[in-house]
Structures are given as structure tokens and as C-alpha cells.
């Protein structure tokens, strides 16, 4: 069942090339995205000036991302929300803004009550969503599937990979209707998000890479994530996986504020991923590595090739494939997957179903 491999979340891991092509692939006619094979014309997207994307756990992670690149594709506000706060504080939610939730299983108990709430409000809501005929996707105006098959690992992870997918074509939707960027641009992204998925293949190579990295840290207690723009999302992610499988206690801070306080946890023994791919933050981003390397932490570098920074700032740089800035979390994220998969079987321990956790979570 496992396909040869220990683990379902390294089997699920490996097979992210797979159904990120699957769910990209019949999303993208003659070159631009297309909704219409999920019953979306394109004159749905004409209709909103404000996005809310509502989410728990790794689907949040994913929507963090869908949010910043919504916003820079199309120009239209988006918030994002944990479900379980989005339904007790009374949203504003004006007319002409889509709900879009996220949820692998379709059945998390929060996000299905932020569809009850925007419905209730008489707001559109789309789902994307993992399987099929789920509460969420029932109950959603639409639904969006992504074609990651069954997850059966409860640290989820290409499930992750196709939620960021769906929310690069939506962007790219946005824009292309709202004539924010032009159909060239359009095309050009379209383009770039294939070579991504493509891209994702050669990020598997880094396993060992990432084994190595996973037996510095096999004393660690304590461990940091960090970045700036989407390389805090992806910290975000990155942080989640590790501390539910492996059990190490960590954060994930945005770069420039951990000297606002948290920088006073930094010591020797507290190692930081220093998540650097995005070039036009790469000064500030070294400005940070130094302010923790100064403090003693040892730093693992998660880059991408061709970007400059001191071998003296970090003990170990690994590069990712360098692809635009905007679509980095799709190969970023594996690195950090493979991590933590491998802190949690150098601990030896139960990787796929890890203690007090559930795959789906259908209680408040
Ligand atoms: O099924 P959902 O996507 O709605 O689940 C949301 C979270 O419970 C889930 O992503 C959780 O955080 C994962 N175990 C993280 O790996």
C-alpha cells in the first residue's frame, strides 16, 4: 500500500509532480486558466472587489499564499482567516466579496461553519477541496477539486502543493478577467506554473540532502523558521510539519520582527531555517540571518540557485530550482516536508499518525 515507501507521508511527498500535473494540466486551455471543467464560467470572476479565504491548519498555510499573490495578480483585497476565529468575530463581509475555503478533507468542522456563516450573510462561496462529495463540497456554492488523491499521512502534504496550485490559477483567473495584467502576462504564468510543477520533480533529489540537515538537528529541542513575504508563509508550513511529527518545539517568526522580542530565545543550541527565496528581499533577508547568526544560532539555508549571500552566514545551504519569486513555495515547501519527515523517523517515531492528532478534524 505504501508503494515501496516507509511511509505514506513520503510516498505522498514523492507524488506531488504527479497530482500537481493532474490538477494544473486540465486547468489551463489553449494556454490561459480555465474553471470551466468545475461548472465556473468566466463571468463569475467578474463580480468581486474583496476575497475572503478562510482555512485551518496547512490549508490556511496555502491560503496565506493564495492571498498574497491574489493581491498581486489582481489588485483585489484578500483577507485571510483561521476558521475557528472567522466565525466568533462577526466578519464584515460586504456584498461582492467571495468566501473561498480550503480543506483537504472537507470535513473540518470551522471551515464548514464559515461556508454556514457566508451563506448565511448571502455570499458566494467556492470550496477547494480534496475529496469528493465532502460536507464542504456539498454545502459550498462551488467546488473546486484538486486531484491529490487520497491522503492518508495526517501531516498533509501534497495536499498542500494543490491547494497552491488552485489558488496561482485563481490569481491568474483574477487578473485575466480584471484585465489587471494582460493576457500576455497571463500566458507567461500559466507557462511558469507547469515549469513549477515540472520543477517539483528535481526538489525529490534533495532527500538526502534533507536527511543530513534532519541528523544536525537530531538533538535540537528547540528550532526556528523564518522569511519574509511568501517565505513566512512557507516558515509558517514548514514549522507545522515539523513540530507535528517530530514533536520539536518550533516557531516560525517573518524575519523583521523576531527582533522585536523573540530574538532573546536565539542561542547556540537553537538552530534557524533561514527560508530566502525571494530576490527582491534578499538584502533585508541577510540583514536578519545576521542578527540571529550573531547570537550564536547555526543556520540552514533554504535558497535557490543563483542567489549570492556569504557562505559565512549559514552552515548548510540548500538550493532550491530557481524559479520566479512568485512561484517558490511550490518547491520550497517539499524541502521543508522532507525535513521534518526525516526528523521524526531519525526520533523514530509513528510518522504517519502522529500522537493526539486526527486526519480530519470534525469537532470545534
Ligand atoms: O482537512 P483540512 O484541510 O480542512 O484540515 C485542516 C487541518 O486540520 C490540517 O491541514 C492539519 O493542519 C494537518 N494535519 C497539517 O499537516
Same mark, same amino acid.
Given at each position: 500500500?505504501?508503494? !515501496?515507501?516507509?511511509?505514506?507521508?513520503?510516498k505522498?511527498?514523492?507524488?506531488?509532480?504527479?497530482?500537481?500535473?493532474?490538477?494544473?494540466?486540465?486547468?489551463?486551455?489553449?494556454?490561459?486558466?480555465?474553471?470551466?471543467?468545475? @461548472?465556473?464560467?468566466?463571468?463569475?470572476?467578474?463580480?468581486?472587489? %474583496?476575497?475572503?479565504?478562510?482555512?485551518?491548519?496547512?490549508?490556511?498555510?496555502?491560503?496565506?499564499? /493564495?492571498?498574497?499573490?491574489?493581491?498581486?495578480?489582481?489588485?483585489?483585497?484578500?483577507?485571510?482567516?483561521?476558521?475557528?476565529?472567522?466565525?466568533?468575530?462577526?466578519?464584515?463581509?460586504?456584498?461582492?466579496?467571495?468566501?473561498?475555503?480550503?480543506?483537504?478533507? /472537507?470535513?473540518?468542522?470551522?471551515?464548514?461553519? =464559515?461556508?454556514?456563516?457566508?451563506?448565511?450573510?448571502?455570499?458566494?462561496?467556492?470550496?477547494i477541496v480534496?475529496?469528493? !462529495?465532502?460536507?464542504?463540497?456539498?454545502? =459550498?456554492? $462551488?467546488?473546486?477539486?484538486?486531484?491529490? /488523491?487520497?491522503?492518508?499521512? +495526517?501531516?498533509s502534504?501534497k495536499?498542500?502543493?494543490?491547494?497552491?496550485?488552485?489558488?496561482?490559477?485563481?490569481?491568474? #483567473?483574477? =487578473?485575466?478577467?480584471? !484585465?489587471?495584467?494582460?493576457?500576455?502576462?497571463?500566458?507567461? *504564468?500559466?507557462? @511558469?506554473?507547469?515549469?513549477?510543477?515540472e520543477?517539483?520533480? &528535481? +526538489?525529490?533529489?534533495?532527500?538526502?540532502? =534533507?536527511?543530513?540537515?534532519? &541528523?544536525?538537528?537530531?538533538?535540537?529541542?528547540?528550532?526556528?523558521?523564518?522569511?519574509?513575504?511568501?517565505?513566512?508563509?512557507?516558515?509558517?508550513?514548514?514549522?507545522?510539519?515539523?513540530?507535528?511529527?517530530?514533536?520539536?518545539h518550533?516557531?516560525? $517568526?517573518?524575519?523583521?520582527?523576531? #527582533?522585536? !522580542?523573540?530574538?532573546?530565545?536565539?542561542?547556540?543550541?537553537?538552530?534557524?531555517?533561514?527560508?530566502?527565496?525571494?530576490?527582491?528581499?534578499?538584502?533585508?533577508?541577510?540583514?536578519n540571518? #545576521?542578527?540571529? &547568526?550573531?547570537? @550564536?544560532?547555526?543556520?540552514? *539555508?533554504?535558497?535557490?540557485?543563483?542567489?549570492?549571500?556569504?557562505?559565512?552566514?549559514?552552515?548548510? %545551504?540548500?538550493?532550491?530550482?530557481?524559479?520566479?519569486?512568485?512561484?517558490?513555495?511550490?518547491?520550497?515547501?517539499?524541502?521543508?516536508?522532507?525535513?521534518? $519527515? $526525516?526528523?521524526a523517523?531519525?526520533?523514530?517515531?509513528?510518522?504517519?499518525?502522529?500522537?493526539?492528532?486526527?486526519?480530519?478534524?470534525?469537532?470545534?
Amino acid at each position: 500500500k505504501k508503494g !515501496g515507501f516507509d511511509h505514506f507521508m513520503l510516498k505522498e511527498i514523492f507524488e506531488q509532480p504527479q497530482v500537481l500535473s493532474d490538477t494544473i494540466h486540465p486547468r489551463i486551455i489553449d494556454g490561459f486558466p480555465s474553471f470551466t471543467q468545475d @461548472g465556473i464560467n468566466d463571468n463569475f470572476w467578474l463580480h468581486f472587489n %474583496r476575497i475572503s479565504i478562510v482555512a485551518c491548519g496547512t490549508a490556511l498555510h496555502a491560503g496565506m499564499v /493564495g492571498k498574497a499573490i491574489i493581491e498581486k495578480l489582481s489588485h483585489i483585497p484578500v483577507e485571510c482567516d483561521i476558521a475557528s476565529e472567522f466565525r466568533y468575530r462577526n466578519p464584515i463581509m460586504t456584498k461582492n466579496t467571495l468566501v473561498i475555503v480550503i480543506s483537504q478533507s /472537507g470535513e473540518t468542522l470551522d471551515t464548514l461553519a =464559515a461556508v454556514r456563516l457566508a451563506k448565511l450573510r448571502g455570499l458566494p462561496t467556492l470550496a477547494i477541496v480534496n475529496v469528493p !462529495g465532502s460536507s464542504i463540497s456539498r454545502e =459550498a456554492d $462551488y467546488t473546486i477539486y484538486t486531484y491529490a /488523491g487520497p491522503e492518508i499521512s +495526517v501531516a498533509s502534504t501534497k495536499a498542500y502543493s494543490v491547494q497552491l496550485s488552485i489558488m496561482y490559477l485563481v490569481a491568474m #483567473k483574477l =487578473a485575466m478577467t480584471t !484585465g489587471t495584467r494582460s493576457f500576455e502576462e497571463i500566458r507567461t *504564468l500559466s507557462k @511558469g506554473l507547469l515549469e513549477a510543477a515540472e520543477a517539483s520533480q &528535481q +526538489v525529490l533529489k534533495l532527500k538526502e540532502e =534533507a536527511k543530513f540537515c534532519a &541528523q544536525q538537528f537530531a538533538k535540537i529541542k528547540d528550532l526556528f523558521f523564518f522569511g519574509r513575504g511568501l517565505d513566512y508563509s512557507l516558515s509558517l508550513e514548514g514549522s507545522l510539519k515539523m513540530k507535528e511529527i517530530s514533536y520539536i518545539h518550533c516557531e516560525a $517568526y517573518a524575519a523583521g520582527e523576531m #527582533k522585536h !522580542g523573540t530574538i532573546a530565545l536565539i542561542a547556540p543550541d537553537v538552530p534557524v531555517v533561514a527560508v530566502c527565496t525571494q530576490e527582491f528581499l534578499l538584502s533585508k533577508m541577510i540583514g536578519n540571518i #545576521k542578527e540571529v &547568526q550573531s547570537r @550564536g544560532a547555526n543556520v540552514l *539555508l533554504i535558497t535557490k540557485e543563483g542567489m549570492e549571500i556569504d557562505p559565512e552566514l549559514y552552515n548548510h %545551504r540548500i538550493d532550491l530550482p530557481a524559479l520566479d519569486d512568485i512561484f517558490m513555495p511550490l518547491v520550497g515547501v517539499i524541502v521543508l516536508q522532507l525535513l521534518a $519527515y $526525516y526528523s521524526a523517523v531519525i526520533r523514530d517515531l509513528d510518522v504517519d499518525k502522529p500522537r493526539n492528532l486526527a486526519k480530519s478534524v470534525t469537532v470545534e
